[in-house]
């Protein structure tokens, strides 16, 4: 099965990633963490990157479809992937077509007044976990693997502001298009623990 994770900054995608992930077996290629890496690692692709990350906007199309071309056809994936981040235009989306069979497009719908706080109060930690600064009871260690937590550098209130604009002029038309398509899933990630997101995710996916 080969997913693609739609949703806002905040709804969630990161945390479901990880569950939906082990759960189905599905190899997790998230477009954000690959740019991360190649700016910590000083990389060309990370130099690119790193303006417009900063600035709340879309790193250009054809760096990002490169990447994900090249990583859907390593021998990891062939048993089936999510993507996560990924397309974030209708350009992607076509790009993608051409060159990966997607089963389901699993859209997190998260209402936009708590997309903000979500985002704002995020911690998360180098192994991939993310928590919100309400949940920690003041500590600032991955209840996963001990690690500091540590705020990105792109969930600060002015950039926020603009990945959400980015994300509702730009991203949120793949909604219709994959609803169009007749692949489009839609979970409600707004209320509820976590957990309980996931639940409805398993509910629609199947077993
Ligand atoms: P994320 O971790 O998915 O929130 O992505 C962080 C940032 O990386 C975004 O705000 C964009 O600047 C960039 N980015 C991630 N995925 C894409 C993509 N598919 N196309 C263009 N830019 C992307």
Known sequence: MNIILLGAPGAGKGT???KIAAKYGLM????????????????????????YIDAGKLVPD???CEIVKNRLSEEDVK???MLDGFPRNLFQAEELSKFATIDV???IDVPRDL???RICGRRVCSCGES???????GSNVCAKCGRELYIREDDNPATVEARLKTYEEQTAPLIGYYKKK??????HGGKGSPDEVFAQIVLALGE
């Open 16 to 18: 479901q990633a990880s």
């Open 28 to 51: 997790h290629i998230s477009t954000g963490d690959i740019f991360r890496a190649n700016i910590k690692g000083g990389t060309p692709i990370g130099k690119i990157a790193k303006s």
């Open 62 to 64: 054809e760096v990002t």
């Open 79 to 81: 048993k089936g992937y």
């Open 105 to 107: 497009c699993l859209n």
């Open 115 to 117: 997309l903000m706080d």
């Open 131 to 137: 928590y919100h600064v309400s949940t920690l009871n």
């Open 182 to 187: 007749g692949k489009l899933v839609t979970v």
